[in-house]
């Protein structure tokens, strides 16, 4: 069975581009997550989806992160315009069902806005 | 609110005990966790305990968590150099899907 997949692995882009960062859940797993690690903090929570429904979106920072996961299978983060603190690790991860279930993380994107 | 502390670092020798500590602040958490992540790879979930226990043993890893003192702790026995990587403690409040609440991650050094 094939893991949560991240791409790209890495990202640079100058401040003021537009970045996507895609993941590929686990097959079958409803619940899809993003999180983030700026520069040695905490993983922060972004948001969650249940299938292609966004079932928690408190931990989006602000309105230039777009997140999508239209037919409930992979999922987009756009981020537009980037700014410098948008640097940092985004994570996706997925779990199945409705009930308590292990998260299960992908190798996360490096993203770098110079 | 929610607020998840660890140590940054942790030096051991091989065949040493660790012990990684983590306080949160949230009495309604429901489900602890401790992940690993070694270098370039995602994170991985290495065990997990439900708050209404105080501890768990999964072969070299023993989980203690003193609900009173909101304070969580992982041991690894006969630590190995394979063993080294940031150590994560997280956190969810209804543990049904929900969102996971992390430290900041503890590197853990295996010296020979």
């Known amino acids: 069975e094939a893991g949560v997949t991240q791409f790209p692995s890495h990202s640079v882009i100058e401040k003021g581009q537009t970045v996507t960062l895609r993941c590929d859940p686990i097959?079958?797993?409803?619940?899809l997550y993003w999180y983030r690690r700026v520069m040695g903090k905490e993983i922060k929570f972004l948001l969650h989806?249940?299938?292609?429904?966004?079932?928690?979106e408190s931990g989006m920072p602000n309105n230039r992160f777009l997140a999508e996961r239209t037919g409930g299978t992979y999922s987009t983060l756009k981020v537009q315009p980037a700014e410098l603190e948008d640097s940092g690790v985004y994570f996706c991860?997925?779990?199945?069902?409705?009930?308590?279930?292990?998260?299960?993380f992908g190798p996360g994107t490096r993203l770098t806005v110079l | 609110g929610e607020d998840v502390e660890q140590s940054l670092f942790l030096s051991v020798r091989e065949g040493d005990s660790s012990v990684i500590n983590c306080t949160y602040t949230?009495?309604?958490?429901?489900?602890l966790y401790w992940y690993k992540q070694e270098p370039g790879a995602g994170l991985q979930l290495l065990t997990y305990i439900f708050s209404n226990m105080d501890m768990k043993q999964d072969q070299r890893l023993t989980v203690l968590l003193n609900k009173k003192d909101k304070h969580l702790s992982l041991r690894i026995a006969d630590t190995q150099t394979g063993d080294s990587a940031i150590y994560f403690c997280?956190?969810?409040?209804?543990?049904?899907?929900?969102?996971?609440?992390f430290g900041t991650g503890t590197r853990l050094q295996v010296t020979l």
């Open positions: 997280a956190e969810s409040i209804t543990g049904t899907a929900s969102k996971l609440t």
């Open positions: 949230d009495s309604s958490s429901t489900y």
């Open positions: 991860a997925s779990s199945q069902g409705q009930n308590y279930n292990e998260q299960f």
């Open positions: 097959s079958g797993h409803d619940n």
């Open positions: 989806f249940v299938k292609e429904s966004k079932q928690d």
